[in-house]
Nanobody, 123 residues
Framework: QVQLVESGGGLVQAGGSLRLSCAAS????????RGWFRQAPGKEREFVAI????????YYADSVKGRFTISRDNAKSTVYLQMNSLKPEDTAIYYC????????????????WGQGTQVTVSS
């Protein structure tokens, strides 16, 4: 069974940091574009960051640029999201995703999804 499993979410004060992980199992996603998305209550799911299969290219939403860093370890089939200088508006469920094509920011273009991990930033 193909699975993407997120971990690392939690409650943190504004200005703090968290590191999310997304481990893949059931197949290798080393040739896949990997992404992070988030969904806050009452809002649509939105793009956060993506990384190409080799890790050589990354792209971020303007709202997180300079604060978040996406990386991947293909030997572990794992993608990470380092989140620094967190703000209350970063509070959301964070989802990792994978797609077999090139990079894309539209959530509907991703074929595989994790179950999500909650990130709550208190003011």
């Amino acid at each position: 069974q193909v699975q993407l499993v997120e971990s690392g979410g939690g409650l943190v004060q504004a200005g703090g940091s968290l590191r999310l992980s997304c481990a893949a199992s059931g197949r290798t996603f080393n040739s896949y574009t990997r992404g992070w998305f988030r969904q806050a209550p009452g809002k649509e799911r939105e793009f956060v960051a993506i990384i190409t299969w080799s890790g050589s290219n990354t792209y971020y939403a303007d709202s997180v640029k300079g604060r978040f860093t996406i990386s991947r370890d293909n030997a572990k089939s794992t993608v990470y999201l380092q989140m620094n200088s967190l703000k209350p508006e970063d509070t959301a469920i964070y989802y990792c995703a994978a797609r077999s094509g090139g990079w894309a920011t539209a959530s509907y273009s991703y074929e595989y999804w994790g179950q999500g991990t909650q990130v709550t930033v208190s003011s």
